[in-house]
């Protein structure tokens, strides 16, 4: 088969990221730049940080690669889900760079993205995928040409109700981090527990564990435990479910909670119990980056894809199962 260098851009919220990969599935350069978090996500604000900071990432990925844009023969960007703003920097930063030097362009679903990452730096085969984000929480599996969703939250992201979690007490941000330090030294108070059907809601819990927080007596230890214990349950209790439907025998986990060493000890625990094998990517391939956007559009292109400009319009709301996988 030809030989491929793809750049892949990822910009869905406030992380930017630039990937160079190969068909052979060799990461040449993987770079992320963080937009500085004080507070919530601005999108706006973090858009603006990711078109300034987009030409000089670039330059340092094609540094580390040894390459120049003439090298380049495919371009992938992050078409959705997540920040408008964030969406059209990457967006525009791929179509223009396509245009200028003749480089098919290919829009990728950035969930699926950490997917076929996960594919390709584990053992992983046909995994049914457990993907915890600051943005994004899902139980995916590949069934009848499609990545479908079993289960997901209704309302906030894992990620999302943690991180909210540490700025309501001024724990630091991101949340997910210090929440977990914390919690290694305390011990269970009641928080509730929602899981409705295959779904999850985490927006009550976050409301109670901050409520338990600021009650006085409450050691902020023992709300950051039963926070994860809670919320950490409810998601592989899902994942079990999801796992005995599907009847896959491999779980990857995905996204940046997933460095998380009491869920992955979860997750772990409920996988051996069922027989299935358990994968965890490398860190710098778990959160957001470019180097799986770069991967997915190679593999996508090798399938046939590539997008016309018209085609490359941002998805806010770009669900996993909307994708037809012609690649697998
Ligand atoms: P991502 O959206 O995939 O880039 O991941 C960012 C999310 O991962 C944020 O919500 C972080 O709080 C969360 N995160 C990072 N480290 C940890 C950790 N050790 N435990 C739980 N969540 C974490
Ligand atoms: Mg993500």
Not at 123 to 141: C, F, H, M, R, W
């Amino acid at each position: 088969m030809e030989k491929v260098i793809c750049l892949g851009i990822e910009a869905t919220a406030e992380k930017l990221g630039i990937g160079i990969l190969d068909s052979e599935g060799n990461i040449l350069a993987n770079r992320t730049k963080h937009q500085p978090l004080k507070g919530g996500i601005h999108p706006r604000e973090a858009a603006q940080h990711h078109a300034e900071n987009l030409r000089p990432l670039l330059d340092l990925a094609l540094q580390d690669a040894g390459l120049a844009m003439g090298d380049i023969e495919l371009i992938a960007f992050s078409r959705g889900p997540g920040m408008g703003p964030c969406l059209r920097v990457a967006a525009v930063a791929a179509r223009t760079l396509s245009l200028k030097h003749g480089i098919p362009l290919v829009g990728v679903n950035h969930c699926i993205g950490h997917i076929e990452i996960g594919r390709l730096k584990t053992e992983a085969k046909d995994p049914l995928t457990l993907y915890v984000s600051g943005g994004n929480t899902q139980v995916i599996a590949f069934e009848g040409g499609r990545y479908r969703v079993f289960g997901e939250t209704l309302d906030i992201a894992i990620g999302n109700c943690i991180d909210q979690f540490a700025r309501n007490l001024d724990l630091g941000a991101p949340g997910g981090p210090v929440v977990e330090r914390l919690a290694r030294k305390g011990s269970y108070v009641p928080l509730p527990y929602t899981v409705k059907g295959m779904d999850l809601s985490f927006s009550g819990l976050l409301t109670a564990a901050t409520g338990a927080a600021r009650t006085e007596g409450n050691r902020i230890e023992d709300v950051c435990f039963s926070l994860q214990e809670t919320a950490f349950a409810m998601i592989t209790e899902v994942t079990e479910r999801a796992l005995a439907h599907t009847e896959k025998e491999e779980v990857l986990m995905a996204g940046g909670v997933a460095v998380n060493s009491r869920l992955q000890e979860m997750v772990r625990t409920m996988a051996r119990e069922r027989g299935a094998g358990f994968f965890v990517p490398p860190g710098d391939v778990l959160g957001d980056n470019g180097a799986m956007i770069a991967w997915t559009g190679i593999l996508m292109h090798r399938s046939g894809i590539t997008h016309r400009l018209e085609e490359t319009r941002v998805e806010q709301r770009y669900r996993t199962d909307q994708v037809e996988v012609t690649w697998r």
